[in-house]
């Protein structure tokens, strides 16, 4: 095993507690989609599980049907796309559907088996979903199947990155004629539209159920978002980060002064240098873009600054300073902390001009998760 990831079970049900003493944890869908956002979808449905969740979440039918193979009985919502062939399968395997573009719902409607649905509403994001001034011919449309249609929904287009939330609240209010055309002709839906971001920080979007995704994993959305907790609230919420990731030195070497490391000859040492390798490059999911920026990785409790280009399953760092106790075989963290020293997620997104929900959800799948 040359590089792993460790996930904190704890870590998780920490987070879980977290929200579910901020709104209750029958109200709280959590979202495994595209991998559990990187940590591994099996893992973490192992941690979550001894919390009873009540919903979760994820993109693709097939998450789901994984999902009821792993036993999960509560109720499970598909928030992405779908085909007609989609809907068969979710109907045997309990899956909820959401339904927010004409061709779906007209396969829906004529399947021979239909699934419970949600209705999704593009408020304002641009993305999929009905606009709200067809709310009443969609409704009209299930009013036969009316049982089956258990809630509507939406997204929000710019919670995260903002600290101020007018358009949210537009969002919000287009959302609220939809909500009262369809409690209006007498369906009983719930409602949804928060996600981590909104949760946290506009009070007034939690309304039935929120999807919890980037905050379950212990990130915050963005720093805007904290930033936004702390303005209203005055102390910050407690996240746990899950995930670690680390490797092995695999070999190393003494570069004398005035030689280049690595493609492109971009590095080229101002003093002699012992290098360490590192069996980790673009493949596995750390960013090639993070070469020649400031990016470094942790040994022994030590900064060891990444030299040269990333290449595809190796990179190489400066271990000069800690030459006299670094040897093969030694850890070498990536994300997660040695020692007193801590990278965290976003820090390599920084570095990679990217945001932290692209970096982890791009760790390789065939990496082991390992749950502790």
């Given at each position: 095993m040359l590089t792993w990831i460790e996930l904190k079970a704890d870590h998780v049900k920490h987070n879980v507690q977290v929200f579910s003493a901020l709104a209750g944890k029958e109200k709280l869908a959590f979202v495994l989609k595209s991998n559990a956002y990187g940590h591994g979808l099996k893992e973490i449905y192992e941690a979550l599980k001894s919390e009873n969740p009540a919903w979760l979440a994820v993109n693709y039918v097939d998450e789901g049907v994984m999902l009821r193979t792993l036993g999960f009985k509560g109720r499970l919502l598909v928030v992405g796309p779908f085909v007609p062939e989609d809907i068969s399968q979710a109907f045997k395997n309990k899956l909820e559907m959401l339904v927010g573009h004409k061709e779906g719902l007209s396969a829906w409607l004529k399947g021979e088996v239909k699934?419970?649905?949600?209705?999704?509403?593009?408020?304002?994001?641009?993305?999929?979903?009905?606009?709200?001034?067809?709310?009443?011919?969609?409704?009209?449309?299930?009013?036969?199947?009316?049982?089956?249609?258990?809630?509507?929904?939406?997204?929000?287009?710019?919670?995260?990155?903002?600290?101020?939330?007018?358009?949210?609240?537009?969002?919000?209010?287009?959302?609220?004629?939809?909500?009262?055309?369809?409690?209006?002709?007498?369906?009983?839906?719930?409602?949804?539209?928060?996600?981590?971001?909104?949760?946290?920080?506009?009070?007034?979007?939690?309304?039935?159920?929120?999807?919890?995704?980037?905050?379950?994993?212990?990130?915050?959305?963005?720093?805007?978002?904290?930033?936004?907790?702390?303005?209203?609230?005055?102390?910050l919420i407690d996240l746990k980060p899950v995930l670690s990731w680390r490797?092995?030195?695999?070999?190393?070497?003494?570069?004398?002064?005035?030689?280049?490391?690595?493609?492109?000859?971009t590095y080229k040492t101002r003093h002699a240098m012992r290098i360490a390798v590192l069996p980790v490059g673009y493949f596995e999911g750390y960013p090639r873009i993070a070469s020649g920026s400031e990016a470094y990785v942790l040994i022994h409790g030590e900064r060891c600054p990444i030299v040269g280009r990333i290449c595809m399953n190796m990179m190489m760092v400066d271990i000069t300073d800690i030459s006299g106790k670094s040897n093969v075989g030694d850890t070498a963290t990536m994300i997660g902390g040695d020692g007193k020293e801590y990278i965290a997620a976003s820090d390599v997104a920084g570095w990679s001009e990217t945001i932290h929900y692209e970096l982890v959800t791009r760790l390789h799948p065939s990496i082991e998760r390992k749950l502790i």
């Open positions: 699934p419970e649905i949600h209705i999704e509403f593009d408020t304002g994001m641009g993305r999929q979903g009905f606009r709200p001034a067809e709310a009443d011919d969609i409704a009209a449309r299930l009013e036969s199947d009316k049982k089956l249609v258990r809630g509507v929904c939406m997204h929000f287009a710019n919670v995260e990155d903002v600290t101020e939330f007018e358009y949210a609240n537009v969002q919000m209010a287009r959302f609220d004629t939809v909500y009262k055309v369809f409690t209006g002709r007498g369906f009983k839906v719930i409602a949804h539209a928060a996600s981590s971001a909104a949760a946290l920080i506009l009070e007034g979007s939690r309304f039935d159920l929120m999807r919890v995704g980037i905050s379950t994993y212990g990130f915050w959305p963005s720093q805007a978002t904290k930033i936004s907790y702390k303005h209203l609230h005055g102390a490797t092995q030195i695999t070999s190393t070497s003494n570069v004398p002064a005035g030689e280049y490391i690595g493609y492109g000859c």
